[in-house]
């Protein structure tokens, strides 16, 4: 099994209320996934509420192989999410290892 971990880190909001919109429709849009991309073994996305860290959400994503993550990486509603998170991404950190 291959483990895919990534954490985003958003671009300033004008409000801590439109932040806070933001990352539950990301979250949103991440949590639907499974439903529609069958390698997808879990997934879980976690709004970050420790306001010491730098990153603001959390995306574990579990997959059998590295193809099924690539076939994860292509598929049409994961690149819809990647758009709504690109527009508001400030910077991104991602790990993938074997469980």
Request: hydrophobic share 45%.
């Amino acid at each position: 099994m291959i483990k895919h971990l990534v954490l985003f880190k958003l671009k300033a909001f004008a409000t801590e209320a439109a932040k806070t919109a933001k990352l539950n429709e990301i979250k949103k849009s991440l949590e639907a996934l499974p439903a529609t991309i069958k390698v997808i073994k879990s997934l879980e996305v976690g709004i970050n509420v420790n306001p010491d860290e730098d990153y603001d959400i959390a995306l574990s994503v579990e997959v059998e192989t590295m193809d099924d993550l690539e076939i994860y990486a292509k598929h049409p509603d994961h690149v819809a999410c990647g758009a709504i998170l690109r527009a508001v991404m400030q910077s991104r950190a991602c790990v993938d290892y074997l469980i």
